[in-house]
């Protein structure tokens, strides 16, 4: 994956986590009914994602992670 691509992921990502972490902190409102979308799941996975594209930015800038 380029750097573009990588980066570009990065950013999507992060600006997921930052809105489902702060609609998944407001409280519910009961008069509209139950909240049909997982918030806190999606920013966890996106936060999973997160950390994999950090490791790709280092892998990147010529270090090894792995074996």
Request: proline residues 4%; hydrophobic residues 60%; aromatic residues 8%.
């Amino acid at each position: 994956m380029s750097w573009t691509a990588t980066l570009v992921s990065l950013a999507a990502a992060l600006a997921i986590a930052t809105f489902c972490g702060w609609r998944g902190a407001q409280a519910p409102n009961l008069i509209r009914g139950p909240r049909l979308v997982p918030y806190r799941l999606i920013m966890v996975l996106s936060s999973a994602w997160i950390m994999l594209m950090l490791v790709h930015v280092v892998n990147l800038l010529g270090f090894t992670t792995g074996r």
